[in-house]
């Protein structure tokens, strides 16, 4: 069954620095999504991703993150200067046809990447 | 987006079959129903989704009244690795790429 990659599987950092999640997404999967959770809290909806542009994102995806679809497989996730509360499981997810009025869709998760900023 | 009520926590034991019932009286009409399953430090897992009346598939069932102001999961024979968060969404409305994921219920398989 395909499945959604992501690595590393845990990235320690120090705060101020740049990490980039990556993410590789269901082959035939057109539209890309980054949620995160932190320890013992909800998952939160980042950013949405479709025709190498940004759908949708949310309050917490300020211009510190940025995503991008670097090659025909990939998918990243960029944090440019890491901060203490950026510690989180970060989850890519993918569908197929996305969500939209009028159609369903189902996005699949990928493993996550433990981010812990020190 | 339609809010999702769940019990925040459920027991059950081994061999037991499991209801998980969720409220959302605001859902649209184009929204679907979609249960994840989330293991401690995994990504959510897709069980089942629907829109009205019973869906089943190899690990559970779905129960949507007439109205779908609500549903139930259905988890037959529970084993102690079914112990996991399960979550209840509804989605999609018009122009939303986004799941919004509430804090679920906690079930706990005991032997």
């Known amino acids: 069954e395909p499945e959604v990659t992501q690595t590393p599987s845990h990235q320690v950092t120090q705060m101020g620095q740049e990490v980039i999640l990556r993410c590789v997404p269901i082959?035939?999967?057109?539209?890309f999504y980054w949620y995160r959770q932190i320890l013992g809290q909800k998952v939160e909806f980042l950013v949405s991703f479709y025709n190498n542009e940004i759908s949708e994102k949310s309050e917490i995806f300020d211009d510190q993150f940025s995503v991008e679809r670097p090659d025909g497989s990939n998918f990243t996730l960029k944090i440019r200067s890491t901060k203490l509360e950026d510690s989180a499981m970060y989850f890519c997810a993918s569908s197929e046809i996305g969500l939209a009025g009028g159609q369903t869709d189902t996005q699949y998760f990928g493993p996550g990447t433990r981010l812990t900023v020190l | 987006l339609a809010r999702t009520t769940q019990p925040i926590s459920m027991d059950s034991y081994e061999g037991q079959e499991v209801n998980i019932t969720c409220s959302h009286n605001?859902?649209?009409?184009?929204?679907?129903i979609t249960w994840y399953q989330q293991f401690p430090s995994q990504g959510p897992r897709f069980i089942i989704q629907?829109?009205?009346t019973k869906v089943t598939n190899e690990v559970a069932s779905l129960f949507i009244p007439a109205d779908r102001k609500s549903s139930t999961l259905s988890l037959p024979r529970v084993s102690l690795s079914d112990t996991a968060v399960y979550y209840c969404l509804v989605g999609p409305t018009s122009g939303t790429y986004k799941y919004i994921f509430g804090t679920g219920t906690r079930l706990k398989v005991l032997a």
């Open positions: 605001n859902i649209a009409t184009n929204d679907y």
């Open positions: 629907g829109y009205k």
């Open positions: 082959s035939n999967h057109l539209y």
